[in-house]
């Protein structure tokens, strides 16, 4: 059974940095797309970023440049180095881990997920 858990959320001012981790078990890694999203309130979930079982990477419009997503630890952790950060930004972030789900931004192509961490950012 896949387990996914979220860590390193927390608040910050406009134009600071936080990680976010995500620690996965539970399945064949080698296999799995990874990947962020976020839900604001009175928002649909939306991708963030995604990697794929060979490292590929995609992001979102409004976090490239700005996020990068990353695996170590032969892939049990799931990171997202976050900069910049702007209000805009603030949202619960879901870590998801889907079977050969490519670098999809769709949270339909994942069906594994993390309970969230809180990101909140003051302008």
């Known amino acids: 059974q896949v387990q996914l858990v979220e860590s390193g959320g927390g608040s910050v001012q406009a134009g600071g940095s936080l990680r976010l981790s995500c620690a996965a078990s539970?399945?064949?890694?080698?296999?799995?797309?990874m990947a962020w999203f976020r839900q604001a309130p009175g928002k649909e979930r939306e991708g963030v970023a995604a990697?794929?079982?060979?490292?590929?990477?995609n992001y979102a419009d409004s976090v490239k440049g700005r996020f990068t997503i990353s695996q170590e630890n032969a892939k049990k952790f799931l990171l997202l180095q976050m900069n910049s950060l702007k209000p805009e930004d603030t949202a619960m972030y879901y870590c998801?881990?889907?079977?050969?789900?490519?670098?999809?931004?769709?949270?339909?192509?994942?069906?594994?997920w993390g309970q969230g961490t809180q990101v909140t950012v003051s302008s």
């Open positions: 539970g399945y064949t890694y080698r296999r799995f797309s």
């Open positions: 990697i794929d079982s060979d490292g590929w990477t």
């Open positions: 998801a881990a889907g079977y050969r789900s490519g670098t999809s931004l769709y949270p339909s192509e994942y069906n594994n």
